[in-house]
């Protein structure tokens, strides 16, 4: 009907990067034609934007579909993203599926949906990638705190668990110049902290002859940007120049996630991991060096192929020595299409739930006594919007979440405070200085 907005709602799955994707994708709507709903209420058109990296994120995948088609029947379904790119027929022969979209696909939705005026007919677009496969721009803008922005996509790395390289296509960037100019765009926005985020950010540069640290040196001389911080990194591209930078640059927080994987050189090898254990705790030690204070978080499968008891303990072992801040445990999932799915020595599923547990422990204890070395020390803190339980919650440079009974008068705003002990929440109690 002519004059009439079509309701869209969107609803995303896994990392950052998609939800700054969704936000890019959401503000491609003309708003003459479409009226953003929330996902909740009855809407027109479902935009599902999904995650593949475990079996566990496909099932979401499959629910959430699933779920909307039942709430809305006669609504468009449209499904894009990783497992769509990955996986298009298995998605579309799922009945009240209308459209599918890849990876490269899904920045065009709008246009895609212009052929779709009521539910009934079906498309699949999922293209293969090629050597010619554009970068498409995202950042979030939906919470005016911080803002995620993606600066990197694709991987050309081939880690034997991972799909990541089929979903994504080779690694790929934008030039300095056009980044800065899209922060300059978030800084508008009233946006204080940028997270500088992407499939592998640490190979920024490969499609344009630049390198991540100078990306990082143009960013910081954004007016308007508070702080940066650096979302993941990996430990071979994580080098002194750039911790260096890190330490002497103010607005780049002393905050690094590095995926490590295992503690065990066999199996890093297994895995195809460009580095060993001692490369990772070389690095640790060097942020250490020359930001003391600095938090540090790092990655862990368990249960992978061959990982055995003695392996499983010389990763505890290993995470256990090193001065993390906290750590994300992630069961292996075999993943169709990669070598390690056709590995044997198959660990079974309630001896990779015992492991990560444990990992999960070793991660609590870690960040407690993080949080205690750093009471009574004096930090900024960003204050997000959101009201939680009549409290305020906000995070330190070295990424310690704090929080306070809520005062409207604060949020969005960085201030200094003092660190005292931890809530029966795991967050830590602080009083403004």
Partial sequence: ???????VAFHTLGCKLNFAETSTIARSFPEERFERVPAASGADIYVINTCSVTDTADRKCRQAIKKFIHQSPEAIIAVVGCYAQLNPSKIASIPGVDLVLGTNEKFDIAGYLSGFPKKGKQGIHSCAFSENDTFNPSWSAGDRT??????QDGCDYSCSYCTIPMARGRSRNQGISSLVEEAGRIAGRGVKEIVITGVNIGDFGRSTGESFI???RELVKTDG??????????PNLLTNELISLTASEPKIMPHFHIPLQSGCDRILALMKRRYRRELFAERVASIKSFLPGAGIGADVIVGFPGETDEDFEETYSFLEGLPLTYLHVFNFSERPGTAAEKMTGKVPYPVREKRSRRLISLSEAKHRTFCVENEGKSCSV??????YAGMINGFTENYIKVELPWENAIAGRILTVRLGDISLSGKVKAEII
């Fill in 225 to 234: 940007i508070e702080r940066f911080r650096i979302s993941s990194i990996e």
């Fill in 1 to 7: 009907m002519d004059g009439i907005k079509r309701r």
């Fill in 146 to 151: 911080r803002s995620f922005m993606k600066v």
């Fill in 382 to 387: 960003l204050f997000e919007h959101s009201k």
């Fill in 214 to 216: 100078s990306l990082l």
